[in-house]
């Protein structure tokens, strides 16, 4: 069975400094691995994901994201928090089934 | 124009009562997807549709039924509510059809539907 972990249910930064927010998975296979934010009140946006390609991944608003398989591992990393970003962010893993981790809610201070 | 709606957004209701929550996709997709994020922001998948055919359905008690009347709509209905029910639920939608080529596929969500019951 898979699962997601998120190691840090709550990470909080200063404006402009950088963001690592870490997500563990356990599959027998390598799964695709996905990282969505959601924002107060609101529905889950897509940042980035791996689906086996480049090992590391690009995404929206400088996020990206690097998989390591050795490690399995796949942190979501931003050199420059802004204000915008404080959310809550998931990291999903699909195998045969989307697994969502528990969420790692983001505070970003002036 | 919304990609994924869910209507009501909030739903206050009684214990014991049956209610239904709405969701449409205009992005052609083929895939459908009901979850509860509860109190803690934990989000667990209930259901998933392909093409209106049931595909996945985890332990979700018998009081939930999805019905999809064609693929652009997945509504929920919840028989005898229960205060344990309180979530907020999210609709979501992806292109492929469930299976090997779901692995890539992004899901987009609609903003929820906040459910209370008291």
């Known amino acids: 069975a898979q699962s997601v972990t998120q190691l840090d249910s709550h990470v909080s930064v200063s404006e402009g400094t950088p963001v690592l927010l870490r997500c563990n998975y356990s599959s027998s296979y390598s799964p695709s691995l996905f990282w969505y934010v959601q924002h107060p009140n609101k529905g889950l946006q897509l940042l980035l994901k791996?689906?086996?390609?480049?090992?590391l991944v690009k995404g929206i608003n400088g996020f990206e994201a690097e998989f390591k398989k050795s490690e399995t591992s796949f942190h979501l990393t931003k050199p420059s928090a802004h204000m915008s970003d404080a959310a809550e962010y998931f990291c999903?893993?699909?195998?045969?089934?989307?697994?969502f981790g528990p969420g790692t809610r983001l505070s970003v201070l002036p | 124009d919304t990609a994924v709606s869910q209507t009501p957004k909030y739903l206050v209701t009684q214990m014991g009562n049956d209610k239904s929550i709405k969701c449409e996709q205009n992005?052609?997709?083929?895939?459908m997807y009901w979850y509860k994020q509860d109190s803690k922001k934990f989000l667990k998948i209930m259901f998933s549709?392909?093409?209106?055919?049931?595909?996945i359905n985890e332990t979700v008690p018998n009081r939930f039924s999805p019905k999809s009347p064609d693929k652009a709509h997945l509504n929920l209905h919840i028989n005898s509510l229960e205060l344990g029910d309180s979530a907020v639920y999210f609709c979501a939608s992806s292109q492929a059809p469930s299976g090997l080529a779901s692995r890539t596929d992004t899901q987009y969500f609609g903003p929820g539907t906040r459910l209370t019951v008291l």
């Open positions: 549709y392909n093409n209106k055919e049931l595909i």
């Open positions: 791996y689906t086996s390609a480049a090992t």
């Open positions: 992005l052609g997709h083929d895939t």
């Open positions: 999903v893993a699909y195998g045969q089934n989307f697994v």
